[in-house]
């Protein structure tokens, strides 16, 4: 597997996000019942946040936070699709190029299945 470095010369962490879910969710079963909590904690722990934030006041500050006020990822990214949808701010050409073509595969891999 490739090896990818952060600014600071820290591995980053390629492993399929499945992996790094089930490592997260089998570790702390306080993740199993929060996106939040669970998103936080995968940043944290497998995605080097805690090393970027290497103040624990610093740490915990954005911890509050990210639990308190941060819009949740999946909002954000659902209101991009929402927004784009109505032909808005779209991504360039290329970006959605790529997208077409990996729909096309998902519909022919359903369409053979």
Do not use: H
Not at 31 to 56: F, N, V
Not at 79 to 93: A, F
């Amino acid at each position: 597997m490739t090896k990818q470095f952060d600014l600071w010369g820290g591995s980053i962490n390629l492993e399929p996000t499945e992996q790094k879910v089930a490592r997260v969710l089998a570790a702390f079963p306080e993740t199993r019942e929060s996106d939040k909590e669970l998103i936080l904690k995968l940043w944290m722990t497998e995605d080097g946040l805690a090393d970027l934030l290497r103040d624990p006041a610093l740490a915990e500050q954005f911890t509050q936070w990210f639990r308190n006020q941060a819009t949740f990822s999946e909002s954000i990214a659902r209101m991009r699709r929402k927004i784009q949808s109505d032909g808005r701010y779209l991504s360039s050409p290329e970006v959605q190029r790529r997208r077409d073509a990996l729909q096309e595969d998902w519909r022919e891999c359903f369409r053979r299945g």
